[in-house]
């Protein structure tokens, strides 16, 4: 099994999660998002031609409303950069199998090499209102967004993990 | 050539700025870089259902604000984080 970018040529027709919006987003909005125009990453775990999951992704930043002005000065002025992860979903005969958690630790690497690279506080997910547990568990905090939020319905709520968890998750390896 | 109009918006001062900063640079006009401006988002929108864009901006509550610096400043990582990136081992 392999995760890589997603291809034109990749199958995603035979992709069911169970959830039909990250289906029919797999199957014909991430191309066009990803090879069109440029929004956005998705990512493919595959084995054998088949698509087995998926994680989309984009930069992102996150603002905060009204900061108190002590907290203020001790703040950069702009926008903190964050990678946001969109989507993330993996196909039904294989859920329950780990991949997943295969797919969040490999949008985790990605973050901490575009920390690395350019700057990352952390990773903001849109999660469903059914996998904000998994990602609580893994230490996302619920926010509370003014402007931004996903469209999606049921809405997703966002949630984030600091990349100072991230880095030191990964050196206690 | 397309008939003209002309229209008004009010917009952040940091959108402002990112934009006369575009325009000193490229010596384009400043109309012209708002209009191709729109229309690539509007294009953009209806290729895409809104539900499948992702804002890059997203906006959050002073609360949750200071949540995020919390983290940023002393998160640690949960037991299970731990051993999500362990295994990549």
Known sequence: ?????????????????????????????????????????????????????????????????????????RLPRYPLPVLRLARLAVDRPVQGQGLGGRLLRFVLELAGRMADGYGCIGVVVDAKPEAAEFYARHGFVALEAVLGASESRPQPRPMFLAMRAIKAAAKAR | MAEETQISALVTRATREMLERRVRAFGVKKGHLVEQALQHYLVALEQLPADVIVHPRLVVTRKSGEAILRQTRSGRPTKALRKLLRDAD
């Open chain 1, 1 to 73: 099994m392999q995760i890589r970018a997603l291809r034109e040529a990749d199958d995603r027709s035979r992709f069911r999660s169970g959830d039909p919006d990250l289906d029919r987003f797999l199957q014909r909005f991430a191309g066009q998002n990803q090879f069109r125009h440029y929004v956005g990453v998705t990512y493919v775990a595959v084995e054998e031609d088949s698509v087995l999951g998926f994680a989309t992704v984009a930069p992102g930043q996150v603002e905060i409303d009204a900061l108190a002005p002590a907290q203020r000065d």
